[in-house]
């Protein structure tokens, strides 16, 4: 798949916090601390691959309940 810079650091990230196991938790705002990126380019990168089959968004964090968790799809098939 074609990827931008941002959305190719946020699924690298993903990919590599998924440790074997093909679902990654983290934060968006640590996601965006690591990917030197602002949130907003996070958020954007997320959506982006999501529409791409990449990623997918399976629970959504919040605040006192702990990050979000994405399932990480390294072909693009959802």
């Known amino acids: 798949a074609d990827l931008t810079g ?3 650091k946020v699924w ?3 990919f590599r916090d998924t440790k074997g196991t093909g679902t990654a938790r983290t934060a968006q705002t640590d996601l965006a601390h ?3 990126l ?9 959506d982006k691959l999501s529409a791409k089959g990449l990623v ?5 964090g919040r605040l006192n309940a702990g990050p979000s968790t994405y399932r990480v799809h390294p072909t693009g098939t959802a």
Not at 39 to 46: M, Y
Not at 56 to 60: E, G, K, S, T
């Open 34 to 36: 690591r990917a030197g």
């Open 56 to 60: 997918q968004l399976v629970r959504r």
């Open 6 to 8: 941002a959305e190719t």
């Open 12 to 14: 690298l990230i993903l």
């Open 38 to 46: 602002s949130r907003r380019g996070v958020q954007v990168a997320l």
